[in-house]
């Protein structure tokens, strides 16, 4: 086998020098063709051989760089044959190489190794160089030196390419779907348009119905031909046009004609031109007009009133509004005041029906009570003893007479023809609901029973919760002899010990005298909703006693520089006219003055 071996290792080196000049033509591919001569018995060999081939990096032991080859049925011809070895990329690196080669007959049991290894020669390195040309192998960074051209670069990677060098300039074309781009600049894109589907939804588009929920300020001319919808509170500055009939406006829109409503429960608040106040508050609102500098004529302000307590308007200092309102004016003027008897000088007090149909007035001299019909003396109704104060219901058909200070208290359910013990009174006077279900001692009350008013001196409080807390704090024209308040205690009737009788329309801001003789008052009724009264006077000293009813009705072209007062369900829209002055263009309920 030696001597074969060696005719063989000859063959190789003539065989590899014409694989290389082969390769370095084709450059492509990793197998080479191998030639050889095997002899046997010192002949050329002639037959069907197994030939097996592998790659090791020694001569002798070392390390095996390729798994074993083996070419089975090779046809030797006079001792010459030819193969093909292909052992893959990856194993030619420029690292020197030994071929080892072993042999059997066809379908023999084993192989047997022909010494020594032959070394590797150019050719297969051929194949290294054909991979290293086309990067299909390992090239490390170490390996890479100077510029790449642009040129050479072409064709895509399906890797990770990292370029962390903030520098890096790219002038050409990068496909893909940039899923994982970050730190991108939307303010470098130049050219180019973005999709409307990749806009975010809260971008309005030009093409696309509109729901704006935000605070919005539109400032220029809009014209608006498709189907909108503004949920927000949104100002619009310029000269707009809405000429779907499709439009939907959910919020509140403020301008010239155009007002919306804010709710609010402030006790006190500073109105803005063309804006609505919804007033929910349970006490009296006081709303303050918007001050003329900031008003351009025509410029709207409307109230209402949405909680118990009603509303109060209060022009700024040279303002004034002018209006029919009413307004309480000097019972002097309305006659003669009631008199029961010739001979009877006591008057104590006196109680009204909300029409003012049914009076009924006691006094120290009257063993009962007298009762008046539309104006006109009934009768008296007599029980034991003289009656102190007294109090009806809003149909005059409920009456409650107590008898002396601290006395027991009487009641008739069929207006003053008939009576039963009620209680007791604690003293002062008593006051009952607008359906007399319910009477109090010392206090005036409200229809409902929920405002409630006392006076000690010239002070008056009042309560917005049934007596639980008194809040409110009102400063009488002088030392208080008698009250009675509304339903909603904005209007006030007070008599004042040896002066005047005074009515308030606004909870107290600004009283009106109702008479101009000093007199002693001692009693007061008032119907729910403060338009008509009732008042004693007795008889003390040079100062003259008598019964006084009066009713308000509106007075044409009032100009008031104080307030306008609302009760709960009423409402006002006040429009600015210049110079200083606003009136009222519609309103509902009772609109008062002072």
Same mark, same amino acid.
């Given at each position: 086998m030696a001597s074969q071996y060696t005719t063989v290792n000859r063959r190789i080196l003539v065989v590899l020098l014409f694989a290389s000049i082969s390769l370095r033509v084709a450059a492509q591919g990793t197998a080479f063709s191998y030639q050889g001569r095997l002899n046997a018995g010192g002949a050329p060999a002639t037959g069907a051989y197994d030939l097996r081939f592998a790659v090791f990096n020694a001569v002798t032991n070392g390390t095996q760089s390729s798994y074993y080859l083996t070419n089975a049925a090779v046809a030797v011809s006079n001792g010459l044959f030819g193969v093909t070895l292909g052992f893959g990329a990856g194993v030619f690196?420029?690292?020197?190489?030994?071929?080892?080669?072993?042999?059997?007959?066809?379908?023999?049991?084993?192989?047997?190794?022909?010494?020594?290894?032959?070394?590797?020669?150019?050719?297969?390195?051929?194949?290294?160089?054909?991979?290293?040309?086309?990067? &299909?192998?390992?090239?490390?960074?170490?390996?890479?030196?100077?510029?790449? !051209?642009?040129?050479?670069?072409?064709? @895509?990677?399906?890797?990770?390419?990292?370029?962390?060098?903030?520098?890096?300039?790219?002038?050409?074309?990068?496909?893909?779907?940039?899923?994982?781009?970050?730190?991108?600049?939307?303010?470098?894109?130049?050219?180019?348009?973005?999709?409307?589907?990749?806009?975010?939804?809260?971008?309005?588009?030009?093409?696309?119905?509109?729901?704006?929920?935000?605070?919005?300020?539109?400032? @220029?001319?809009?014209?608006?031909?498709?189907?909108?919808?503004?949920?927000?509170?949104?100002?619009?500055?310029?000269?707009?046009?809405?000429?779907?009939?499709?439009?939907?406006?959910?919020?509140?829109?403020?301008?010239?004609?155009?007002?919306?409503?804010?709710?609010?429960?402030?006790?006190?608040?500073?109105?803005?031109?063309?804006?609505?106040?919804?007033?929910?508050?349970?006490?009296?609102?006081?709303?303050?007009?918007?001050?003329?500098?900031? &008003?351009?004529?025509?410029?709207?302000?409307?109230?209402?009133?949405?909680?118990?307590?009603?509303?109060?308007?209060? !022009?700024?200092?040279?303002?004034?509004?002018?209006?029919?309102?009413?307004?309480?004016?000097?019972?002097?003027?309305?006659?003669? !005041?009631?008199?029961?008897?010739?001979?009877?000088?006591?008057?104590?007090?006196?109680?009204?029906?909300?029409?003012?149909?049914?009076?009924?007035?006691?006094?120290?001299?009257?063993?009962?009570?007298?009762?008046?019909?539309?104006?006109?003396?009934?009768?008296?109704?007599?029980?034991?003893?003289?009656?102190?104060?007294?109090?009806?219901?809003?149909?005059?058909?409920?009456?409650?007479?107590?008898?002396?200070?601290?006395?027991?208290?009487?009641?008739?359910?069929? @207006?003053?023809?008939?009576?039963?013990?009620?209680?007791?009174?604690?003293?002062?006077?008593?006051?009952?609901?607008?359906?007399?279900?319910k009477v109090f001692n010392s206090v005036a009350c409200s229809g409902d029973g929920t405002y409630l008013a006392k006076f000690a001196g010239s002070s008056i409080s009042i309560s917005t919760n049934g007596g639980t807390g008194w809040s409110i704090g009102v400063t009488a024209p002088g030392t208080l002899g008698c009250l009675a308040v509304s339903s909603d205690c904005t209007r006030i009737l007070a008599g004042v010990t040896n002066g005047l009788l005074y009515a308030s329309a606004n909870q107290g801001k600004s009283w009106t005298p109702l008479t101009s003789t000093a007199q002693d008052w001692a009693g007061a009724g008032m119907s729910p909703d403060g338009s008509k009264f009732a008042a004693a006077a007795i008889y003390s000293g040079t100062l003259a006693s008598g019964v006084y009813i009066g009713s308000v009705s509106a007075l044409p072209n009032t100009v008031t520089t104080t307030s306008i007062v609302g009760s709960q369900g009423g409402a006002v829209e006040l429009q600015y006219l210049g110079n200083n002055q606003f009136m009222p263009v519609s309103s509902t309920g009772t609109v008062w003055a002072n």
């Open positions: 690196t420029g690292t020197n190489y030994w071929m080892d080669i072993g042999v059997r007959t066809n379908g023999g049991a084993s192989f047997t190794a022909l010494f020594p290894r032959q070394p590797i020669l150019p050719v297969p390195y051929a194949i290294f160089a054909n991979t290293a040309s086309n990067l &299909l192998g390992t090239l490390t960074a170490a390996q890479f030196t100077g510029n790449l !051209p642009a040129s050479q670069v072409s064709g @895509g990677t399906t890797n990770v390419v990292n370029f962390t060098n903030l520098n890096n300039a790219f002038s050409g074309t990068f496909t893909g779907n940039g899923s994982t781009l970050s730190n991108l600049n939307a303010s470098l894109l130049a050219t180019g348009t973005i999709a409307d589907a990749r806009l975010s939804t809260n971008v309005a588009l030009l093409n696309t119905n509109q729901i704006f929920t935000g605070s919005n300020t539109f400032s @220029g001319v809009i014209v608006s031909t498709g189907t909108n919808l503004f949920s927000g509170p949104n100002t619009f500055n310029g000269a707009n046009t809405f000429s779907n009939w499709a439009n939907s406006f959910t919020g509140s829109f403020f301008g010239n004609g155009l007002v919306g409503w804010i709710a609010t429960n402030a006790p006190v608040v500073q109105a803005v031109r063309d804006h609505g106040y919804m007033l929910t508050n349970l006490g009296l609102v006081t709303v303050t007009l918007p001050a003329s500098a900031s &008003l351009t004529n025509g410029d709207i302000v409307r109230v209402s009133g949405a909680g118990a307590g009603g509303w109060l308007i209060q !022009p700024n200092s040279g303002q004034s509004i002018i209006g029919n309102f009413a307004s309480y004016t000097n019972c002097d003027a309305l006659g003669n !005041p009631y008199t029961a008897a010739a001979t009877d000088d006591y008057y104590l007090n006196a109680a009204a029906s909300a029409d003012g149909m049914r009076l009924y007035v006691v006094g120290s001299s009257i063993i009962g009570v007298e009762i008046f019909v539309n104006s006109v003396y009934l009768n008296t109704v007599s029980f034991t003893g003289s009656a102190r104060s007294i109090a009806c219901s809003a149909n005059g058909r409920i009456v409650y007479a107590e008898m002396g200070t601290g006395g027991a208290i009487q009641k008739s359910t069929d @207006g003053g023809v008939t009576w039963v013990s009620s209680g007791t009174a604690t003293g002062g006077f008593i006051s009952c609901t607008a359906d007399g279900s």
